[in-house]
């Protein structure tokens, strides 16, 4: 339990001054240029930027400055691959004077491993990868899938064609990987199938729709069948041959087809859905991938698409769609033009009062990092590692502490911070299973637990930062800061943290924790920004 006055609580009290939250500042507020955002006006680079800027011309909303090289090179990394940059990559793109430098980091990580394992573990939540109830996948499903999904990504699979196997594919669910799709479903009947197809690939919820309607694309999965193995837990998803009869269904655009005998419906629906003209297709991923990147879709929900639901830039959605139509499916050259936009790279700190700023994304949304990548930062901030577990093992599964948590393949491989920082369930697939949303529990935790505190107390990178300084105090400080904020300290800062390490009786490796234990529960770490 922390003290009133123990160290910890009174540096934290001295920081809440200089270390604000960017986001924090409202317009006619002063900031600090270089800290949190550049002094550049914000200036179309590209076609998502003239689109937005024509937009919130038209609603007389002044957009933000571009972010600082500080917050953008944390900012990216977080949203790119779920990590933060070492402190000596921190400091050499801060030195680093070209004014690609951004666009050169950009490319850079969309190339490295953890590319595929962060944005593998997005696309397992939105396919429900989970051994346990209620999905039942059971562990060996689980591994397979993964790891197709992860190969998928690392091999840059035309998003077309990953759908196909996906909507496509027989076989048994341990050796065919991509049938698991028809496996994490909560249901075998076409209706449920339906609509996690239409959930997935067009963000389309199918309850909603009329019944006459949804009945004719729930025909298209009528015939998937499934069928058990003598080896435990393996099961067969395949085309049930037995109807002989043709099959009529109807298109979610409203065009009836007529399945013959031997033709595989799921083909059929395929072909209808991955084609270049398709109104839903290419729509729905790069609404997804804009919303994961930028804390909201252009329609919004993401997974909620409708016409009563319109995009708040329509004309910046068409275009993004023909872009991938054009780039022949390929997902990272969407990544590319939205992470090289301006609109992206804008700071958080809003230029005007308008209450549609946010949702016309005038500024740069700040929201909480993710379970997954928040504590697989404290691991690497304090060099410990994490446990693992999960509540039903069946059969037992062991998870190495080494790995990190935006690698865990099985959604029922958990952990309690992991639940308290709202992980998703994996359950339905929808957007809203995770919850970024803070709570007193998650700050109680952060300030008050002695999971946390054992990691700082034991932590040989701490322990190297405060041999490597020898003894002086401003280069202790600066390499923390730089460590957990991507940043070097103001003077403010500075001044503040030298004046605590100079308390009687403090010694250097002490001051040093209060110092991280102090950083790492701002806001400024806590969430994007």
Known sequence: MLRKNSPTVVLLQILAICVPLCAQHRPGHTTRFGQFESNAKYTARNAIDTRVMSTLRKQGIEPANLCSDGVFIRRVYLDVIGTLPEPQVVRKFLQDSSPRKRA??????????????????????????????????WPNA????????????????????FARELLTSSGSNFRVPQVNFYRAIQGREPSAIAGAVALTFMGVRLEEWPESRRSGMEAFFSRVAYKNTAEWKEEIVY???????????????????????????????????????????????????????????????????????????????????????????????????????????QSSIPRSDHPDAEALFAYYPVRQLDAEVLVDALCWISGTRESYSSAI??????????????????????????????????????ES?????????????????????????????????????????????????????????????????????????????????????????????????
């Open 393 to 430: 093992p069946e059969p037992f599964t062991f998870i190495p502490e080494e790995n990190r948590s935006i690698k865990l393949a099985d959604g029922s491989i958990t952990s309690q911070f992991l639940e308290m920082f709202g992980r998703p369930a994996r359950d339905t697939g929808l």
């Open 142 to 161: 689980v591994q397979a899938y993964h790891r197709w999904i992860h190969d998928c990504l690392v091999e840059n699979m035309p998003y077309d064609r």
């Open 239 to 345: 085309l049930n041959s037995a109807k002989t009869e043709p099959l009529n269904a109807v298109l979610p655009n409203g065009v009836a087809v007529q399945i013959q005998p031997g033709k595989e419906p799921r083909e059929v629906f395929a072909d209808w859905l991955t084609a270049p003209e398709n109104p839903w297709f290419a729509r729905n991923i790069v609404n997804r991938i804009w919303a994961w990147l930028l804390g909201r879709g252009i329609i919004h929900e993401p997974d909620d698409i409708r016409p009563d639901n319109p995009a708040v830039h329509p004309q910046l959605l068409t275009y993004l769609e023909k872009e991938l139509v054009k780039a022949n499916y390929d997902l990272r050259h969407i990544y590319r033009l939205i992470l090289n936009s301006r609109t992206y790279q």
């Open 433 to 529: 299973e995770r919850n970024n949303q803070p709570t007193d529990a998650q700050r109680l935790h952060l300030l008050n637990s002695t999971h946390v505190q054992n990691k700082i107390e034991r932590s040989w990178r701490l322990r190297g930062l405060v041999n490597t300084a020898k003894g002086n105090r401003r280069t202790l400080v600066s390499t923390i800061y730089v460590t957990i904020l991507s940043r070097y300290p103001t003077q403010d800062e500075l001044a503040a943290a030298q004046k605590y390490f100079q308390t009687k009786g403090m010694n250097l490796r002490q001051a040093a924790n209060d110092l991280v234990w102090a950083l790492i529960n701002t806001k400024e770490f806590l969430y994007r920004h």
């Open 104 to 137: 050169v980091l950009i490319h850079a990580l969309l190339k490295r491993d953890e590319f595929a394992d962060y944005w593998s573990l997005k696309w397992c939540d939105l396919l429900r990868v989970k051994a346990e109830f209620p999905i039942n996948l």
